[in-house]
């Protein structure tokens, strides 16, 4: 029992995420901040990591909290529809990642700390204030997305520097054509709860011509740090194959949505490494 209860809390903060949240803290802070990160803002840049990864890992036990009902039609395999875990102890264990991750976010810098808070409290009330409005939960989930990119660089105190806020947007838009997608492929359950998404409400179909515009929109976005000289051909060469990557994604939605939100999600991932790899050429020069 306690091996199983063990892999249900584990599940329930979903390591994958939690981990790839804190990455994209990390890049932003690298993107801001260069070698820095592995020196002086050393301690800042793990500190915001964490907080990155307790707030993620909060903002998912407190989602499957309040969505067991859904979940038990849409995702019967997560913690609280199999019984591995108990909606109460999802929500003790959500409380108690919220609080470590106001802790750790209060040792940065102020502006950093405000959008950790700001963050905290958007990740804590998203099913109940903001998921069962058509378009408004996916633009949430789009706007903490791209913020944590501006959180790692706020963390080093560069919250401004050449490239973060294309890099923002970027991930920002892409995870909108993405939120918009997964309400596609949730419409079974999401209508039996009555939840009223952008799907139901306006269609599917007319969903994924959205996604697929935002898509295309963060897509010419990933142009902007060439056109204004911060990167140069090194982030080019890694950036086109994730605009394709996304691009296919966004196009494949239409036939399996399932298929299509995960190489939108890999395709944000690549670009992100783009803007690593564009930092790093500079800072080795």
Do not use: C, W
Request: aromatic share 6%; no cysteine.
């Amino acid at each position: 029992m306690a091996v199983g209860l063990a892999r249900g809390l584990v599940d329930l903060v979903r390591p994958g995420n939690t981990v790839a949240a804190a990455v994209l803290t990390f890049t932003g802070a690298f993107v801001a901040a260069g070698l820095a990160v592995s020196g002086g803002a050393a301690g800042a840049t793990a500190a915001a990591a964490f907080a990155t990864a307790a707030a993620t890992g909060g903002g998912n036990a407190v989602n499957d909290y309040f969505d067991r009902a859904i979940d038990a039609v849409n995702r019967p395999d997560r913690p609280i529809p199999r019984d591995a875990v108990s909606a109460h102890g999802a929500l003790a264990l959500a409380i108690a990642l919220f609080a470590a991750a106001v802790v750790a976010a209060a040792t940065l810098p102020t502006v950093a700390l405000v959008i950790a808070v700001v963050n905290a409290a958007a990740l804590a009330s998203y099913t109940r204030a903001f998921k069962s409005r058509p378009g408004v939960g996916n633009l949430v989930i789009a706007l903490l997305t791209g913020s944590t990119f501006l959180f790692g660089g706020a963390a080093v105190g560069q919250p401004l520097a050449p490239g973060l806020l294309v890099m923002a947007a970027l991930a920002g838009a892409t995870t909108l054509g993405r939120e918009l997608v997964k309400d596609v492929e949730d419409v079974a359950g999401d209508r039996e709860e009555g939840l009223r998404t952008l799907p139901i409400v306006a269609g599917e179909r007319p969903a994924l011509v959205l996604a697929t515009v935002v898509v295309g929109m963060s897509v010419l976005a990933s142009g902007f740090p060439v056109v204004l000289g911060t990167f140069g051909l090194a982030y080019l060469a890694v950036v086109l194959p994730a605009d394709a990557v996304m691009l296919h994604g966004a196009v494949r939605s239409f036939s399996d949505p399932g298929t299509g939100q995960r190489r939108l999600k890999a395709g944000m991932f690549l670009a992100a490494a783009a803007f690593v790899v564009g930092r790093a050429v500079t800072v080795v020069r």
